[in-house]
């Protein structure tokens, strides 16, 4: 039982220090071509445009689709390993970024 609190309280611990971001996509741009996170912390994706935008990555550190969505709404991902993670859009292929994810 001891030990079921003690693995318990470590992942609630590294929960707690996870910090999320804003992205958002705006004049068919992300708002940051570059992004340096840690190792558990999320990303949200906000259109911010008039249109849908598609965002997604096929790098190895993190595979992700986030399906197209309108103005206004939001998907978040949260980076679970570390990498670089090249960050496009399925509709604008001119969007693309790089998230940075730190041990």
Same mark, same amino acid.
């Given at each position: 039982?001891r ?13 707690a220090h +996870?910090?999320? @971001? %804003? ?7 992300f708002?940051?071509? #570059?992004?340096?996170?840690?190792? =558990? ?7 911010a ?11 190895? +550190?993190?595979? @992700? %689709? ?10 978040? #991902?949260?980076?679970?390993?570390? =990498? ?14 790089t ?5």
């Amino acid at each position: 039982m001891r030990y079921t609190v003690l693995i318990a309280l470590s992942m609630g611990a590294v929960a707690a220090h +996870a910090a999320e @971001f %804003d992205i958002s996509q705006k004049n068919k741009a992300f708002s940051a071509s #570059v992004l340096e996170i840690k190792t =558990g912390d999320s990303v949200n994706f906000v259109n911010a445009d008039p249109f849908f935008h598609n965002v997604f990555s096929l790098s190895d +550190a993190k595979t @992700f %689709d986030l399906g197209s969505y309108p103005t206004g709404q939001a998907r978040q #991902v949260t980076f679970n390993q570390p =990498g670089n993670v090249e960050v496009e859009c399925a509709i604008h292929p001119e969007m693309k970024m790089t998230i940075t994810v730190k041990p």
